[in-house]
């Protein structure tokens, strides 16, 4: 089973990026697909993005398509999320996960994700 550890997070302020990292800590990341999802205080948590075993493949949320992108290297063992034009209601706790099952299109449900990372914070200061 592999584990993720998130880095990345902090306080920026509205308009500004960040790029959160997902590094496996233990076992082999391109061997999964990997999904980035959010979840603020009281809310459910929701799909940010995925991307396949290659990289190839992405999937994005609507409301954040254009902003974000999802990227990986394999060869470091990690994910990226890079986030630009942030907004204050884009502050929330950042999760990676991945996904052993092979797919051609990633999924979108916490539930089909079967690792998690502690998750990493993101503060969107207006």
């Known amino acids: 089973q592999v584990q993720l550890v998130e880095s990345g997070g902090g306080l920026v302020q509205a308009g500004g990026s960040v790029r959160l990292a997902c590094a496996a800590s233990?076992?082999?990341?391109?061997?999964?697909?990997v999904g980035w999802f959010r979840q603020a205080p009281g809310k459910d948590r929701v799909f940010v993005a995925a991307t396949t075993r290659s990289g190839l493949v992405t999937k994005y949320s609507d409301s954040m398509k254009g902003r974000f992108t999802i990227s990986r290297d394999n060869a470091k063992n990690t994910a990226y999320l890079q986030m630009n034009s942030l907004e204050p209601e884009d502050t929330a706790v950042y999760f990676c996960a991945a996904d052993g099952v092979r797919r051609q299109v990633p999924r979108t449900a916490p539930t089909d994700f079967g690792s998690w990372g502690q998750g990493t914070q993101v503060t969107v200061s207006s």
């Open positions: 233990v076992g082999t990341l391109s061997e999964y697909v």
